[in-house]
């Protein structure tokens, strides 16, 4: 069981008379993130189609709550590119370094004491 590089499909086959493919729900493209000097991304992307259904595995440290806090908006990426149906994220007072708007949860979050 050598290393091998993972293979991804993009969905089923296209033959003739399908319909169009759709745009992506989600869309992250070269996600990078740091805490201090620490990488926790580095170029991170992932597509996600109407239907489907992903799982993000692998090694403590990995980056994989990294990555769902900043598609679900609760981090804002250092770098890179994110899109919902094909638009930025743009409901929220968070500015993102492309100058879009990534969407922020309030929800859970303490107060420092007074």
């Known amino acids: 069981m050598g290393d091998r590089?993972?293979?991804?499909s993009?969905?089923?086959?296209?033959?003739?008379g399908c319909a169009?493919?759709?745009?992506?729900?989600?869309e992250a493209a070269g996600i990078i993130k740091r805490f201090g000097s620490m990488v926790a991304l580095d170029g991170a992307r992932i597509t996600?189609?109407?239907g489907e259904t992903h799982a993000l595995v692998g090694r403590n440290g990995a980056g994989k709550s990294t990555l769902v806090s900043?598609?679900?908006?609760?981090?804002?990426p250092d770098e890179g590119t994110l899109t919902f149906g094909g638009s930025?994220?743009?409901d929220s007072p968070t500015a993102t370094p492309g100058g879009g708007r990534w969407p922020v949860s309030t929800r859970n979050r303490r107060s420092s004491p007074s």
């Open 70 to 76: 900043i598609l679900t908006g609760l981090q804002a």
């Open 88 to 90: 930025p994220p743009h």
């Open 5 to 8: 590089e993972p293979t991804t």
């Open 48 to 50: 996600i189609m109407p």
């Open 20 to 26: 169009p493919a759709a745009s992506p729900v989600a």
């Open 10 to 16: 993009s969905g089923p086959a296209q033959g003739g």
